[in-house]
Structures are given as C-alpha cells and as structure tokens.
C-alpha cells in the first residue's frame, strides 16, 4: 500500500516526508480552531496532482457527475500514474473531517463525487493555514518526479529506522537471555571436606 497521512516536519524543507501519521481531525466546531503542539509539529498531508484537483473542482461546480469526475479521480487514487513534470500540491486531510486508511476507503465511504469533495476541502483547509505556520516553513508544491523521489527517501528512512530498532531489540533480547542463563544455572555447590 501507498502511504496516505504523511506527516510533514516543521522544516518541511529539509524533509518533506518522514513518516506516516494517522492523526486526529481538528473539528469545525472547536472553540478557537487552536491546534496542539504535536499537530503543529506534524500535519496529515497527502499530495494530489495540481490538473486532477483543478479538473475536480471544475467538474463539482459542473454537476458534481461521477463519470465526468472519474477521469480526475484515477489521478488522486493513482498518484503514480501522474507524469513526472506535473505539478503535486499539498493538502492538509484534517479538513476532510474524518480519518480514512487509503484513499479507495475515503472512495468506498464517501463515493467518487463525496471523496472528490473532500480533497478540495482538504486542499482549502490547508490553504487556510490555521497553524499559522510561516511560509517558508509549510509543504510547497512538488513535480510528481519531486514527490516520488521525496517518498522514496522516505522509504528509505523507514526502513534504516526499522533495522535499527531491531537491533536494539535484538541486543537488549541477548542480555536478557544472558541474565536468564545466569539465572538459572544453580550455585556451583561445595565440595564437603571430610
């Protein structure tokens, strides 16, 4: 599977992609639309293909047709069906309103047009900016070459972190299979002297 919920560090510079996050919408109805630090730090951020969402957008105020809609849709659902020196734009899912696995669940869930529809309002929310991030430091727009290679170090990342736990755990699972066979091996006993 495709990662769907990217968190996006506050350096989204230095690295755009670190590590999938499934993280709690902020609801619309929140006193002061204030954000915890830790959602601050990392946002649900999924990238959509800048034609797809145009195409989208246009076709809702259309008549919101699912077969007219589709074609825009196999973009989102298909990220990497999307050349390479077209334009990826960052959208935040907390405006979506709900957490979904994939987006062929959002699809499933809310049908073509209402997933359709929640990818604009998630590309709306994170226009809005409620974090109040500065700009330089919020996702930027990617080509589609940009992002697959931003995925792939994230991959990459993921995995050199997944072998080092490992070997954490395998080294801490060696010292304790020592303390046990000290454990359980009785004290040498004592020769009597007669």
Same mark, same amino acid.
């Given at each position: 599977?495709k ?30 639309g ?19 969402l ?12 699912e ?31 709900k ?13 073509l ?12 929310y ?5 974090d ?9 727009p990617?080509?589609a070459?940009?992002?697959? #290679?931003? %995925?792939?170090? !994230? @991959? =990459? &990342?993921e995995?050199?972190?997944?072998? *080092?736990? $490992? #070997?954490? %755990?395998?080294? !801490? @699972? =060696? &010292? ?5 066979? *000290?454990? $359980? #091996? ?9």
């Amino acid at each position: 599977l495709k990662p769907f919920w990217l968190k996006v560090e506050a350096s989204a510079a230095a690295a755009p992609f670190v590590h999938m996050a499934a993280k709690e919408p902020v609801a619309e109805g929140d006193a002061e639309g204030e954000v915890s630090e830790d959602e601050a730090i990392s946002q649900p951020l999924y990238y959509v293909s800048e034609k797809a969402l145009e195409g989208i957008k246009t076709k809702l105020k259309n008549g919101k047709k699912e077969e007219d809609i589709k074609p825009f849709m196999d973009k989102v659902t298909d990220p990497e069906s999307v050349p390479d020196d077209e334009m990826m734009l960052p959208v935040d899912m907390r405006g979506v309103g709900k957490d979904f696995e994939s987006v062929d669940d959002m699809v499933t869930e809310l049908g073509l047009v209402g997933a359709a529809e929640a990818f604009v309002k998630a590309r709306e929310y994170f226009e809005a900016n409620k974090d109040e991030e500065p700009d330089d430091e919020r996702p930027k727009p990617m080509t589609a070459a940009e992002w697959r #290679e931003a %995925l792939a170090d !994230e @991959g =990459e &990342e993921e995995e050199l972190l997944e072998s *080092e736990e $490992e #070997e954490m %755990l395998g080294e !801490e @699972g =060696e &010292e304790e299979d020592d303390e046990q066979d *000290e454990a $359980e #091996e009785p004290p040498a006993k004592k020769a009597k002297a007669s």
